[in-house]
């Protein structure tokens, strides 16, 4: 496959693979850096962020590449009523790659049905996100060597939070993972994604405080919890500081432990926290361009040019999810996946 | 000239050169990736248009070349009140090239006074569009083969249609082209350009639907009626399907017919179309790229380092037309052609 | 040091080795064209200045370079809360150099202080401007050969004008330099750089038109008066011919002055002006690619890794100037140094 929609999508040694690769790039750049000679990447941002196109347009650059790009919809012919399926194909006639961000879920699934060309999922709405998650591995791996055997803390808003889930699913293949999962009670983690970590051996506890989980985590991945996601505002008043890592929580840390956060921060980390030799979140931002530039590469060095397949079948039913991307391009093959006897769209994932 | 204003400007044998070359560098791209080695393109988009500005940066990347440049008039110098003349003499100092896009009429030919760089015109407002138009040529030609003997149908709103205009005027200096005509009875040729056909010893009749015309055509050129052109709400809903191409109306087509248009399109061409053969549409916006890389790439070879000149008078009057750049920029020289007694604005071509 | 905050940080020296380096690069390009091959540069513009940010961008290309960056920062993670220190670190894993322009004084010194990566300012709100600066000195070296012995004009806004200001600062540094000041008593040149001139052994005039001055200069540097600066209706409309410079000005002029302007322009120079061979306003842009080539190269081929040092003192004070990055973003360390008994801010230099 050219595309990527998820990182779950890959097997197990091909993220891997690419995880290495990130690593053996960081350490020898120079050895890379022509391996996009004449090659272009469009970075379609149906959605503004900065940050994410910055590193993938740093990516290809360092790989010799060039870049195209927006980073407005407004500016782009999508304001004169174009579809995303007609977008694609066009740009897929300019570029050798595309890596596309949308507000809408499941839209990459969607473009790769209407593109051969390398396809990267730069983030769907509240959906995947995989190259923050292929650069929270890098950074793991990096950071620490190995996957196996750890113990891992997650914080913050577990319910909604897509590089949480995404990390959840890819870390329970390994063996003997422990992850802590430290939220309000409004804030857990999902039952499915607790299904997922049971399935692979690997368990889990939940507890209410960073300092409950703290001594014993070899990763602490924070994450932000938004002021409207508490129960109410004399929760959030009671709460807030629960969730704030600052360096009296530090104290019964082990020297060894690896800090990680998404970026951008608010307040859930304070600045303290900078200084201590602990804090990995600027370096998992520039390990995060060297996730993107293996992944790139790796599409990059494969011969094959794919369309995306549908899986599900195409029923007469419309999802009810109204951020999917088949309530807004009404023209896609609907598609819905039977799981246990329940159907889930294949484009958003969320149930009939 | 190193100065595009008009496709039309040029001599036959020189816009023929610059297609074939088009096509010859999409045979064999990789002799034509350093042509522009250290060259630097400026991308001037006074008005939003991300489909031409990719376009033309792709041109210039896979020459070898580089981009700089602007899609928001709210963020470049002229919102601070600099005037268009000023703007171009400065990005003559930063760049080799400069293609621009202004919501004016006439603006190429009035920043061609102050540049003696190479200069392209992106589109003047409701005026000028040669990159378009060199693109449908490089289409015709690669698909077909050559321009004589054919039958080409235009499709949609042939009054106020750029594009159309522009193909109807290069391609009546061929042999024997029959032009038919598909527009509402509002929507029809103005007499000018029927006047063009009938000079170049070329035809055209007139039809009201895609179907009386459909078995003869070699080429369908679409383009979209928009809804406020008709007459009234009551005939856009007696009228408006019968300017939507679909596969039922494909049924008495030539098997080699090829279907163009300059994209982007809203509802003129079903979406089942795509799936048939002789759509070209986008391979058409493909070959966009390879008529600029020509474009770009042909007048970088010359020597020549040139101003616009105006060829018409400086008479004591104004342009009537309000979108003129004459009207907007009140330091330009005024310049008026006698054509058969009557004085044409040599900027925006209307007529006094 | 490769941070670039204000070219009065620079030796004297220093200054003057960027100088003549912009000067060979003008003079052959070719020799340095591939100087930053690799190498990618970071506009931050926190503040839209396309002008500015594609001289950057071009001078980073034309050295075999590319580039990444914003010029909105609605579009960039500021807008969801991130800090500045927070934004500086990330793109520092990004980007081997930074030129950022920010509307808050002081935010490149307090960038500097998160950063080791090169770091150059590319305007900090009303403060400095030290690239526009070094493209005036630039423009004098090239065209005049010389900074001793010159008697310069100083016409508009003296009071405010940041780029007025740091030109005498440097210049004042010469042999023999005589300034004559032309503006309205309202915006003539605050005491202090009065007596940087004094202090240099230079000399000054104040006068109140372009016709008092014009014979004796060899430099003629131009800049706007804003309307709103004058202190009345009625002083606008009788002074406001006063400080735009004509042909009819020029008459008395030395054949070999050089008119300057840091554009962009509105009407404070007649555009016919722009037909007098003593016009170097153009060339002035020109030449400001060749010196920001010039400081990126003299910055690429040093070893030094260094962050932003204070100098001030620490004290338990707040700025005054509201406009000063220390009363935005909070984390910063307060740093007032004493001149005379009075204490100034370090990152904005108000007083206290």
Partial sequence: MNHLNDLTDLKKEDWEKIVNLAIKIYESPSNYSHICDGKILATLFYEPSTRTQMSFQTAMLRLGGNVIGFDNPQNSSVSKGENLADTIRIISGYADAIAMRHPIEGATLA???YTNSILINAGDGGHFHPTQTLTDLVTIKKEIGHFDNLTIGLCGDLKHGRTVHSLINLLSRYDNIKFILISTNELRLPDRFK???????????EVLSIEEAIAELDVLYMTRIQKERFA?????????NVYILNCAKLLNAKADLKILHPLPRVDE??????????????KQAKYG????MAL???FMLQADKEFSTLNGEDLDKHCKNGNCITNHED??????????????????????
């Fill in 111 to 113: 473009a790769g049905q």
């Fill in 195 to 205: 299904h997922i970590i049971k399935q692979g051996n690997c368990s889990y506890i």
């Fill in 232 to 240: 109410s505002e004399e929760l959030y008043n009671q709460q807030k």
């Fill in 269 to 282: 980390i304070a600045l303290e926290v900078d200084n201590d030799e602990r804090a990995c979140y600027f």
């Fill in 289 to 292: 361009v060297y996730a993107r």
């Fill in 296 to 298: 790139i590469m790796n």
């Fill in 331 to 352: 023209y896609l093959k609907k598609s819905f996946i039977n799981v246990g006897g329940k159907l889930y769209c294949e484009y958003c994932d969320n149930s009939l």
